[in-house]
């Protein structure tokens, strides 16, 4: 008789090229070797062609460095959902693009420039910020690549291009039509730094330190004496404030109409003080004694006037609604130069809007004592003349959050300046009398957002928003075409104009501004109504987020595969004030409509600690190290196993984390893949499915079981790609990979697949359900694992695309029936109530392998009952000799209740007959040692091994 190890030869053991460890820093950039040789993304193109259109149009990354994890969190996204959609059926072309002006790659030049910058012309300089962009945006390019994102990338959009600039300028002009844009003289949040206004988007909050005064301005004795009070008695408004250099331009002090507010005299003098903020001022200012002499409403005090703290001149006390009694006094000192509220009032009354502070953020002349200085820098030489003067009642300093900007990190100022404005709130006649921002709003609530709290987020930022200011006092960016009269100063904003100046600008660029005379921007001959004909041109440029919000013109109205408005948008959740917001305004503005029908937000990029990790703060993780490390693979699981709509950890641990569940999806690809070899048919023999696979009705019972399993999975996973729930979509695939095939199904299908004939039925009914998960699972998570798809799809036998990314989702309807799906219920419960019977009995080492043993179930249950129609072999499904089935009075022991039969008794014996020494399992048809089963004996004889068993 052979010996047993002889046998071996006569199994169909698994054989695989596919490798069990990854290599995927090494081997992923062979994928896109392969996909540039095919020109895959072309190829999507044309197989797409015709299909219906899903546009992803892409926010524009800035151009002034290497990508971090946050970028490749953002733009892997959108590879899945680019991806998704086009395994769905749809065309889903994806153009990227670039945002390329403004003042970070300014600054960047600036350094780089040093002197020589003084040298150089405006027209000079501006081309060097465009080398520099370009620099990084091919950088930055092979990044996105690296990532194995699938894009346009021979053909993006910039905001630098001519044919970009062209469309911004023609949509400032489109917008000068509407009547919404105008010059005007307002506060804007101002960088000292920078010396230039910025955007609401462009400030962010952060904790800074203030010194918190409480300054006593006292009332003219007419006031007092309109008031009743005795004028013998200094009467005094007190005022609290957390920047002390605006009050040199304190004008006014406004009240609440309806508020009560107490004079109490304290030391032989009168102060006004809101009647709810009275007991908690007092305490901070240590005052005991005081009584209370007169009570007024707010409205008393209007056109009431005061003495300014320190210099001569009078204020003069308003009312507004904004005040609050959250904190200080009741009483708001007011400048009308530096604050939104207190600019509204000034308007309002008719107050000079006074600003003695310039664009460096230092006081002018109008302050002599602090002229030059920074106010910043002053605050403390203030706060002790206020001191000095008797003026100060209270003085500390505190932390609180206070808005900086967000490129340089440097605190910033209100300060009022001319500005061009769009403004929110002036009828539109274009869009039939209705305001910026009533049709705004309309817009958002027809928009798809996810989540859905986005809605409510970017609606209360774009009812709350002030006028937006869309001129900056920079180089780097699209002027403001607008010119000026030498003679008059009257602006000109001509539709003849705009359109010279768009015809220019899609030859030679927004440079040509900066390089021609005005005169070349205006028809020949062209006067002025006052009759001038010298003109002068605008020197500030658009906000850059004009610039970006401008995209859906330049791109999705231009690019022939692409169509406006856009399916979706996806960016970072500040994008609601920034690239959402200008992108609607802008397309609202001019186009009458939002320019996306849906919107998805992620969250930023936090380490494992909770701290946030940016570019900006010098903490960003480079994506590249990360895939040079672990591979893209790896990176893009990451973003698909998150929730991507909160702010998202980062850090090795979690990457270690992911790289267990890759390896799951792997080891089953590989063994799947494994199982497809006939070798015992003949050499390199492998299982073709167009030859061998069998019909899906005549797969053996088990294996409809398991692609039961896969389709309801793959189904579960394209509804989760449908709602942009990628996680769900790793749990599936992650748990059709461990539960479901390796944990089950994996083990009732081993002795199939090692052990009956090459071409057997059951081996045939198994590789078949083998290869259509395997197909499933494989188009399934390319969108995720673009590049392990593609190295195990190229494995698959059978004809096959020239890349998996040319493929579609699985479509495969599930087989079985509830009453079949409610048999398997009860046959897993039943395998599982057995495994906790077994199982000791390893760890005890009473048995070695399962096959040992033999099972007896005893229950009152019948057959039918517990099978219903299926064919099952219970013992393969238990991987042990032999199962019997005795009547529950027989059973004597402990009952275990299993789900949907009741209570069953468990009994494991050894396994009576001898080891077959093929299979393993125990037979009584054996009868001596390495003897071989009826089953093996059959298989055996029927095999034409290169190298037969000795006898």
Same mark, same amino acid.
């Given at each position: 008789m052979a010996e047993s190890s002889d046998f071996k030869k006569t199994l169909n053991l698994p054989q695989t090229t596919f490798a069990m460890k990854a290599n995927l820093p090494q081997n992923e950039p062979k994928r896109l070797e392969m996909w540039q040789e095919i020109d895959l993304y072309a190829l999507i193109r044309a197989k797409s062609a015709g299909r219906p259109q899903f546009i992803l149009h892409d926010g524009p990354p800035y151009a002034n460095g290497h990508i971090h994890v946050g970028h490749a969190l953002n733009k892997t996204l959108k590879d899945i959902v680019v991806k998704s959609k086009t395994m769905m059926g749809f065309d889903s072309p994806y153009v990227p693009g670039w945002d390329c002006h403004g003042l970070p790659i300014e600054h960047a030049v600036d350094k780089e420039l040093g002197s020589k910058k003084k040298e150089m012309s405006p027209a000079d300089i501006r081309r060097a910020c465009r080398e520099f962009a370009s620099r990084y945006l091919d950088i930055q390019?092979?990044?996105?690549?690296?990532?194995?994102?699938?894009?346009? %990338? @021979?053909?993006?959009? $910039?905001?630098?291009?001519?044919?970009?600039? $062209?469309?911004? *300028?023609?949509?400032?002009?489109?917008?000068f039509q509407t009547g919404l844009v105008y010059k005007g003289l307002k506060p804007v949040h101002w960088c000292t730094y920078d010396q230039s206004a910025l955007a609401e988007a462009e400030v962010e909050y952060s904790d800074h330190t203030s010194p918190s005064v409480y300054v006593r301005f006292r009332l003219t004795d007419e006031s007092v004496e309109s008031l009743g009070l005795p004028i013998e008695k200094p009467a005094y408004a007190v005022i609290w404030t957390t920047t002390p250099w605006t009050l040199p331009a304190n004008l006014a002090i406004v009240v609440h109409p309806e508020f009560e507010y107490s004079v109490i005299e304290h030391d032989g003098e009168n102060y006004i003080v809101a009647t709810e903020l009275l007991t908690e001022v007092a305490a901070k200012f240590g005052w005991t004694g005081f009584k209370q002499v007169k009570l007024f409403k707010g409205s008393a005090f209007e056109h009431l006037r005061y003495r300014h703290a320190f210099l001569p001149r009078e204020g003069v006390f308003l009312l507004g609604n904004y005040v609050t009694l959250d904190a200080g006094t009741g009483l708001v000192h007011t400048a009308p130069g530096h604050g939104a509220d207190d600019f509204d009032t000034g308007r309002r009354y008719g107050l000079d809007i006074y600003t003695p502070v310039n664009h460096r953020g230092q006081f002018t002349d109008d302050v002599p004592l602090w002229a030059g200085m920074h106010v910043f820098k002053a605050n403390p030489l203030i706060v002790e003349h206020l001191r000095e003067r008797g003026a100060l009642l209270q003085s500390e300093n505190i932390t609180h959050s206070y808005p900086h900007c967000w490129r340089c990190k440097n605190p910033?100022?209100?300060? *009022?300046?001319?500005? %061009?404005?769009?403004?929110?709130?002036?009828?539109?006649a274009a869009a039939g009398g209705q305001t910026l921002r009533t049709a705004a709003l309309e817009q958002i609530h027809q928009v798809q957002w996810h989540p859905a709290w986005g809605e409510e987020r970017i609606a209360l930022m774009v009812e709350n928003r002030p006028d937006w200011c869309i001129s900056r006092q920079r180089l780097w960016g699209v002027p403001i075409t607008v010119l000026y009269c030498e003679k008059c100063n009257e602006a000109v904003t001509s539709p003849e104009l705009f359109h010279r100046v768009e015809e220019v600008f899609r030859k030679e660029g927004a440079d040509a501004w900066y390089e021609h005379d005005a005169s070349d921007f205006l028809p020949a001959g062209y006067k002025c109504r006052c009759g001038g004909t010298e003109f002068r041109k605008e020197r500030d440029i658009l906000d850059v987020w004009f610039d970006s919000g401008c995209s859906h013109l330049a791109v999705l109205k231009t690019r022939p595969e692409l169509r406006w408005p856009a399916d979706l948008y996806i960016e970072g959740h500040d994008?609601?004030?920034? %690239?959402?917001? @200008? =992108?609607?305004?802008?397309?609202?503005?001019?186009?009458? *409509?939002a320019p996306y029908r849906g919107v998805v937000t992620c969250g930023f990029i936090i380490n494992e600690a909770g701290d946030k990790m940016s570019k900006s703060r010098g903490n960003a993780l480079s994506a590249q190290d990360v895939i040079k490390q672990n591979g893209a693979d790896i990176l893009r699981l990451w973003v698909a196993t998150v929730d991507y709509s909160d702010d998202v950890a980062f850090g090795p641990q979690l990457i270690a984390r992911v790289a267990e569940s890759y390896r799951k999806v792997r080891n089953t690809a590989r063994y799947l893949l494994a199982n497809f070899g006939d070798e015992?048919? $003949?050499?390199?023999?492998?299982?073709?499915p167009a030859r061998d696979a069998l019909p899906l009705e005549q797969l053996l019972d088990v294996d409809r079981w398991v692609l039961d399993r896969a389709a309801r999975a793959f189904a579960r996973c394209r509804e989760a790609y449908d709602s942009y729930d990628f996680h769900i979509v790793v749990q599936r695939v992650v748990e059709l990979c461990t539960v479901d095939l390796s944990a089950t199904y994996v083990?009732? @299908?081993?002795?199939?697949? +090692?052990?009956? $004939?090459?071409?057997?039925?059951?081996?045939?009914s198994a590789q078949t359900a083998m290869y259509h998960i395997l197909r499933g699972l494989v188009a399934t998570v390319a969108p995720i694992l673009s590049f392990t798809a593609?190295?195990? +799809?190229?494995?698959?036998?059978?004809?096959?695309?020239? =890349?998996?990314?040319?493929?579609?989702?699985? =479509?495969? *309807?599930p087989l079985l029936s509830d009453p079949e799906i409610m048999a398997w219920d009860r046959i897993l419960a039943l395998r599982e109530a057995v495994n906790k019977v077994i199982e000791p009995a390893r760890a005890a080492k009473e048995i070695g392998q399962s096959l040992e043993a033999d099972i007896t179930l005893y229950t009152d249950v019948r057959r039918d009952d517990i099978f219903g129609k299926l064919d099952i072999d219970l013992a393969k499904v238990f991987i042990v000799s032999h199962v019997d089935i005795r009547p529950l009075a027989e059973w004597t022991g402990t009952l275990a209740e299993v789900r949907g039969l009741g209570n069953i008794g468990i009994a494991m014996s050894p396994a009576r007959g001898l080891k077959c020494a093929r299979c393993w399992q125990y037979r009584e048809e054996v009868k001596e040692a390495a003897g071989l089963c009826r089953r093996c004996e059959n298989v055996v004889a029927k095999l034409a091994v290169t190298e037969a068993p000795t006898v």
């Open positions: 390019r092979q990044d996105f690549i690296r990532l194995g994102v699938l894009g346009d %990338w @021979s053909h993006p959009y $910039a905001t630098m291009s001519y044919d970009y600039e $062209a469309t911004i *300028a023609g949509a400032l002009g489109r917008f910033i100022i209100f300060r *009022a300046t001319e500005q %061009w404005f769009i403004a929110m709130d002036t009828p539109n994008q609601h004030r920034g %690239w959402f917001q @200008s =992108s609607l305004l802008v397309g609202t503005g001019i186009e009458g *409509a015992l048919i $003949a050499p390199g023999a492998v299982f073709d083990d009732l @299908s081993k002795d199939t697949m +090692y052990c009956e $004939a090459p071409a057997s039925r059951q081996r045939r593609e190295e195990i +799809y190229t494995a698959l036998p059978g004809e096959k695309e020239a =890349s998996v990314h040319l493929t579609e989702f699985p =479509s495969m *309807a």
